[in-house]
Structure formats: C-alpha cells, structure tokens
C-alpha cells in the first residue's frame, strides 16, 4: 500500500532503506557502503534466506578472473548474444548488454570482496550457453551463498532489521518516496524515513492470485521458490504508476524428483539421459531449457515422468549438493538393467525397450528426433542405469519494475520516479515474455548485477558524488 504524505516525522531515518536481504538487497547494501553511504536492510523473515538460499547457487558471467585461469574464452558480446538469443529477441537488448558487461566484475567481487568460494562449472554446457560461464559455490548450494553474503554485512557492522515486514511506502503524489512502514510480528509498526529506497523483495511467486492471472499456466504447479515473495514491488510500483513488463516470465523446471521435492542435475539430460511418461515414451526435447520443460512435464499423465541417465551423468552429479539429497533419499535410483527400471517405476517394458532404442537408433545416425533434439556428442545410455520420477514446478517469476541502466524504476513514460530503485526478482528481468526465454542463471544473474547497480547509484543520488563499481 502507499501512504500519501507530502511532510511526514519519522521514527527513524536513513540514507537508503534496502527493501529483502536475499543476494539482490544484501548486494545493494554491500555496494552502497563501499561507497560511503550506510544503509538499513529491512527482511520479513526471522533469518534472512530467500529464494537466494533456496538456489543452486550457479551465477553466469563473462571475462571472469576464473574463466581466464582455465583459458576460457568469453566475452561481453558473446555473453549479451546468448541472453539474447535465450529469450527470442524479446527482452531489452540494452539492458542484456549492461547485465553482461557488469557480471565479469561482479562474480569477480563475490570472490574477493565477499569471499565467495566459486568456481567454473566445467564438463558440460547449460543450455543456451555457448561456453563454459556458470560459477558455482562448493556444493553449489544457495546457502553457501548466503552465508557468505551475510558475513560480509556482519563485517561491514551494516544493519539488517530481521522479521520486519514493510506493509507500505510512503510517497508524495510525484512519487518521491519518504519512507517505510514496517510491521512486527506483534503487529507494532514502525515508520522509517529514507532518502532512497531499493526494492530487493523479489517477484510475485508466492502470490498465487498473481499467478494465476499472469502466469495461468504454473497456476496448479508446486512453487519451489521462497513463500514470502508476494509481489509487494509490482503490487507497489503500479500505485506509483511504474511499468511493469513480462509479467507472465518464470523460470520453471521439469525435475523436481517427486514426492521428494530434490531437483535433478540438469546436467544428466544433456549428457545423453531422457524424460518418458507413464507410458514409457518420450514427450519433448528436453535439453531446450529446464524452465520450459516444466510445463511439458505437468502436461503428462499424473503430471509425473520418469528421467532415466547413466554413470557419466551421475558422477557430474554428485558434484551438486541437491542431487546428493536426491541419492540419499532414496529419490534418484539405480538399476543394472532395463528390466529392473521397469521393476521399480512400473513402466512398460516393451515401450520403454522401443525408447531407448530410438534414442540409440538416432545417435548412430546423427539425426534429430521427432521433437528437434540434436543427439550429437553423446554415447547411448549403458548400466548402470540412474533414474527418478520427476514433477516440473515452479521457481521464481521473472517480469517484474522497469528499470534503466541505473536499476531506477521507470514510468510507463519511460522516466525514472525520483528516489526508487528496483533489483534481482522485483525488476523484469532478461527472459523475455514467458517460460522459454529463461537462460540458466538469469536468477542471480539479476540479483548480484542489478543490486550491485542499485547500491552504488542509490548512494550517488543520496550524496550526489561520483561512486565506484569494482
Ligand atoms: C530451487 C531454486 C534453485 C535456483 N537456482 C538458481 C541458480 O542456480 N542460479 C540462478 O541464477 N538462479 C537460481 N534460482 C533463482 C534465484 O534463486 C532467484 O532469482 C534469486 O535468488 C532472486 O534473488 P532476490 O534477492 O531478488 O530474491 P530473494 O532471494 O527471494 O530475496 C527476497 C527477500 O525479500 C524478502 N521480502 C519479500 N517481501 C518483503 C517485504 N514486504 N518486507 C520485507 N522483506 C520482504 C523475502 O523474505 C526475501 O528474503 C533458483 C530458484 C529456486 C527456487
């Protein structure tokens, strides 16, 4: 909600007031102290987590310090290109080239300044990605991230006020705003005044009413990402009469292991493994992308699929924290043949006998299959065989504020609102209209670049100096 104020007396006041401490906002934060302005983190949870925790923690970016020390060739023009390419020529190409101009610098900095243990992911490729460019933390696990994250503000003594909702922005009728409200567990509230405000609260994916009118088609999916993502910056930036674009954009996936809830490496579907659905046949092609599988995947029978790799996989695998969960649940299984698959998934055998071999039939041949899948490069699937039944969900939204190349939320006019910034989850981000423009890693790729953004020019507004970018 806005409160209309024009002179208002506040409890408290700050520079900035960063609005969620996921990586978006504690990014802000971070950048907007080390130049010289402080800042207060207001987060609804008890412990600052969002969808940021709940990640794989792999980050795209060009021309980093570690692709070059495994003589990884990349660029910023590469880089833009792909994201471009991802999303069909429907996201801002200006802004697909500031984001990748930016990420170099910034994975660089979560190593040095946050001391973000990354590394290249290397061995094989996320689709749409034309080279090795994912950094990922040790067990590739958002936690890691946002314990490295929340060191730094611990280290940087900038404050975090935790279980602190903000239920509303104070603004003038310019939409210049004032200030926050925040809301206490007990439901005491208190009104904080800003010079400037970031909106780091991220997309509207736990908002199921906002889902179904954007995004209809992920309405009955299982969401995946942080519960408290209500769409408070869409929801906000409209009554401040901000643009909005791409509100039906998400990244969805199409294996999430079911009734588990552990996700499958990505990885085991590009190294040569497939998706059948109950009738043991395969559906789609599955190496597009992970966020337009998933409705291919709700889309079959029981909204359930079986996916079915091989050791090569696996052992890519292992390397993921998410899918060792998967292996110790019990969830991702092993079988030394296609009759003891067939044993413990319930699938037909003399269906599933004839899939693999088409898929074994196309391979030889080097031909495309029924969907478009190019089997190149990969051998046909030998036992030990791995497989898991697979649901596809939801994981975070993607359309979101309008911003400029200053992360400022824009007008429908195409100016910036005087005070107000926008970053990860709550911008629009660089896929596009819909599920299939999402290219791995637009996720935090948006966070760290954007709240890194919304840091440093939030702080050059409120001193009005010139600020650095590392
Ligand atoms: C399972 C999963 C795996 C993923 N893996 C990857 C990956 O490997 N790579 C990638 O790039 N992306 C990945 N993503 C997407 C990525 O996690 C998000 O895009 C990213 O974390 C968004 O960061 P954020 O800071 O904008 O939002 P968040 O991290 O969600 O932080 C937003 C914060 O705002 C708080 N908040 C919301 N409203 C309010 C309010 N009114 N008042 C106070 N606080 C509020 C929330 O509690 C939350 O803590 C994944 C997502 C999921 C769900």
Redesign the pocket.
């Known amino acids: 909600m806005i409160l209309r104020v024009e002179d208002k007396t506040f409890d408290a006041s700050v520079p900035i007031v960063i ?9 802000a934060a971070l950048t907007a102290k080390e130049n010289g302005v402080e800042s207060l983190v ?4 008890e412990t ?13 970016a060009a021309g980093t310090r570690l692709q070059r020390a495994e003589g990884v060739e990349d660029s910023v023009d590469r880089f833009a290109a792909d994201l471009i390419a991802k999303a069909k020529d429907q996201n801002d190409p200006k802004m697909a080239r500031w984001v990748a101009e930016a990420s170099g610098p910034t994975v660089d900095w979560l190593v040095d300044t946050v001391g973000l243990p990354l590394s290249l992911v290397k061995g094989f490729k996320y689709p749409g990605h034309s080279t090795y460019r994912m950094h ?1 933390s040790p067990n ?1 696990t ?1 936690s890691e991230l ?1 314990a490295a994250l929340t060191g730094a503000i611990a280290r940087e003594n900038i404050d975090i006020a935790t279980s ?4 509303g922005l104070f603004a003038n009728e310019a939409g210049h705003v004032r200030g926050v409200r ?1 809301t206490r567990p007990d439901g005491a509230t208190e009104d904080i005044g800003c010079d400037a405000l970031i909106l ?4 509207y ?1 736990g908002n199921p009413e906002m889902i179904r009118e954007y995004i209809p088609e992920m309405a009955d999916a299982i969401y ?3 519960a ?3 769409g ?2 869409v929801l906000w930036g409209r009554e401040l009469d901000a643009a909005t674009a791409d509100l039906g954009s998400y ?1 969805g ?1 199409g294996a999430v292991t079911h009734p588990h809830g552990t ?1 499958v490496f990505w990885g085991v579907l590009t190294e040569g493994g497939f998706q059948v659905n109950l009738q043991g046949k395969r559906f789609s092609n599955e190496v597009r992308g992970y966020s337009e599988q998933a409705v291919e995947v709700i889309d079959q029978p029981d909204h359930v699929v079986w996916e079915i790799w091989d050791h090569e996989g696996h052992e890519l695998g292992l390397s993921f924290q ?1 899918y060792r969960e998967g292996v110790e649940m019990g969830a991702i299984r092993e079988a030394g043949s296609l009759k003891e698959i067939v044993e413990q998934s319930g699938l037909p055998l003399d269906a599933l006998s004839e899939t693999f071999e088409d898929v074994a039939a196309c391979i030889r041949r080097g031909r495309k299959d029924d969907w478009g899948r190019e089997w190149q490069g990969v051998e046909p699937l030998e036992p030990p065989f791995h497989f898991a039944r697979v649901t596809g ?1 939801l ?2 939204t ?1 359309g979101g504020l309008v911003v400029d190349g200053k992360a400022r939320v824009l007008r429908e006019d195409g100016t910036p609102l005087p005070n107000l910034f926008a ?4 911008a629009r ?1 660089l896929s596009g209209p819909s599920r299939w423009g999402y290219l ?8 760290t670049v954007l ?1 890194r953004v919304a840091g440093r020019e939030a702080a050059r507004l409120v001193e009005g100096q010139h600020c650095r970018l590392g």
């Open positions: 609005i969620g401490a996921g990586a978006c906002g504690i990014c207001l987060e609804r949870d600052p987590t969002g969808s940021s925790a709940l990640s794989t923690c792999l980050i795209p990922g590739r958002g946002m602190a909702h903000v239920t925040a780091a609260c991220s997309g994916g995946f990402g942080h408290g993502n209500q408070d910056a990244q996936h996700l998410d969900a994981f975070h993607q970053g990860g989850g709550a981000g791995s890693g637009n996720g935090l790729l948006t966070a709240g």
